[in-house]
């Protein structure tokens, strides 16, 4: 069985830090492109960014600069480190396992990033 569970997240002021993580099991992240993606209130699902599993990475225009995406395969992690937040950056922020086309893709259940003094 496939888990994805993020940690990480929570309440910072604005110009704050956080590192995401995202912990998986039953699956080898080795083999899956790993993206972050956030819904904000009343929005849509977004990506944050993503990496392949040759480490390129690429980022939505609006966190260059300020995100940055990693992966460790042998502990099966990913993570985003965000830095710099604004308050429009206040949302959940879930975990893909990208598979396609060949495997199946995966979800985590969401971490609570909120931006606020």
């Known amino acids: 069985q496939v888990h994805l569970v993020e940690s990480g997240g929570g309440l910072v002021q604005p110009g704050g830090s956080l590192r995401l993580s995202c912990a998986t099991s039953?699956?080898?992240?080795?083999?899956?492109?790993m993206a972050w993606y956030r819904r904000a209130p009343g929005n849509q699902r977004e990506l944050v960014a993503s990496?392949?599993?040759?480490?390129?990475?690429n980022y939505a225009e609006s966190v260059k600069g300020r995100f940055t995406i990693s992966r460790d395969n042998a502990k099966n992690t990913a993570y985003l480190q965000v830095n710099g937040l604004r308050r429009e950056d206040t949302a959940v922020y879930y975990c893909?396992?990208?598979?396609?086309?060949?495997?199946?893709?995966?979800w985590g259940q969401g971490t609570q990033v909120t931006v606020s003094s």
């Open positions: 893909f396992a990208n598979g396609a086309p060949s495997r199946n893709s995966y």
């Open positions: 039953g699956i080898n992240i080795g083999a899956y492109t």
């Open positions: 990496i392949t599993n040759d480490d390129t990475a």
